[in-house]
């Protein structure tokens, strides 16, 4: 028996039971279906029988019991995290991708992440660490956490052995679990990231790199200036990124009529050695004074006066979906099963 990279078994050789497979329609429509020995697909267009599958190659067309054809492919990473349980929103794929280089993540780091939600970004930190790095990751939300766990494992088809998971804020649950000066870097995907600022400052080594996911020009803004008040980290930078996909298709070449107009912005700095003090940098613009009505705007502010607002920010206003803890169980039990599944997966050849 050979035992290669973690999760390689999922991805090459003969297609198995346990693993997922993407069936693609002559009309461009992918269904992502989980093998089983004896397992059937029911659509309107026919039975297929999982078994005129398994033990076959991916990249094959195949008909089901009516003759209406499909193509066979195992799902990429980027195809996974779009087709899996979801408790909370995924990280995109072109988001994930920046995160990776961004934060600059190599293999045998060790990583903190915060929040999980459904374990998107932490199948490419894991991903990105390989085998000898390790991912701590930490998430607020207990049924958000066992979404997580499924969908990595069944990713992998088997625990990674360098991700831990805990349970808790993680501004109080990495400050007990991590040395100081010991993480790499940080990747954040949260509402108020500013709330973890002491705790990564802490954790951080010299040199480290935290990147943080923001959905809004609200909660970048606040971060920056919450990270140049607190000292210790360089000057933040900020990005976001626009995918174009594109029709190529005799004459017909020009941009797809859609495309994903937005999701988020990263936000980066590095933690400087203890004690030091960043550079100002020169070409940082004087920064005006604000007016009363600037500080009416500012989401830190307007919310002062409410006793029920959390320091002012109120994160309803943001206007993000919440998932009920019904469904997110519900999720959670589709999540692992599919991950029992992918880890009956033989891992030889
Ligand atoms: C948008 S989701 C993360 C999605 C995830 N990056 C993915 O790609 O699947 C944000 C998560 O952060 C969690 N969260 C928010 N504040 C947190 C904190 N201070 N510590 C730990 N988790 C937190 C929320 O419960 C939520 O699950």
């Not at 089983?36 to 599958?53: A, F, Y």
């Amino acid at each position: 028996m050979t035992h290669g990279p973690i999760g390689a078994h999922m991805r090459k050789g003969p297609l198995r039971a346990g693993q997922r497979v993407q069936l693609t329609d002559r009309k461009g429509k992918p269904s992502t279906i989980t093998l089983q020995d004896g397992g059937e697909w029911h659509t309107h267009q026919g039975v297929l029988r999982h078994d005129t599958l398994i033990g076959r190659s991916e990249g094959i067309v195949i008909a089901n019991d009516a003759g209406y054809e499909y193509q066979v492919l195992r799902p990429l990473l980027n195809d996974y995290v779009l087709s899996m349980p979801r408790g909370a929103t995924v990280v995109y794929p072109k988001d994930s991708a920046q995160i990776v280089q961004v934060a600059d993540i190599f293999p045998g780091a060790h990583v903190v992440e915060a929040g999980v939600g459904s374990g998107a970004l932490s199948i490419s930190l894991l991903r990105a660490v390989g085998d000898q790095g390790t991912v701590h990751s930490y998430e607020r939300r207990e049924d958000f956490r066992d979404i997580a766990v499924g969908n990595v494992e069944a990713f992998f088809g088997q625990e990674h052995p360098g991700w831990q998971v805990r349970v808790g804020d993680m501004q109080e649950e990495a400050l007990r679990a991590e040395e100081p000066g010991s993480v790499d870097r940080v990747v954040l995907d949260m509402l108020a990231p500013w709330e973890c600022l002491e705790a990564v400052k802490q954790i951080l080594a010299p040199g480290g790199v935290w990147v943080s996911y923001v959905a809004s020009v609200t909660q970048m803004s606040r971060l920056a200036e919450a990270l140049r008040a607190s000292g210790g980290f360089t000057e933040p930078e900020a990005h976001e990124t626009m995918l174009r996909t594109w029709n190529v298709d005799g004459l017909a070449v020009r941009p797809d009529h859609r495309m994903v107009a937005h999701t988020g912005f990263l936000l980066s700095a590095r933690r400087l050695a203890e004690d030091q003090t960043p550079l100002q940098l020169k070409k940082r613009e004087k920064v005006s004074e604000a007016s009363s009505e600037d500080r009416a705007a500012w989401p830190g502010e307007r919310w002062k006066d409410d006793p029920d607002a959390e320091e002012g920010w109120d994160p309803t206003a943001l206007k993000t979906r919440t998932v009920s803890g019904k469904k997110s169980r519900k999720t959670a039990a589709y999540a692992q099963k599919i991950a029992d599944q992918a880890k009956e997966v033989p891992r030889d050849g």
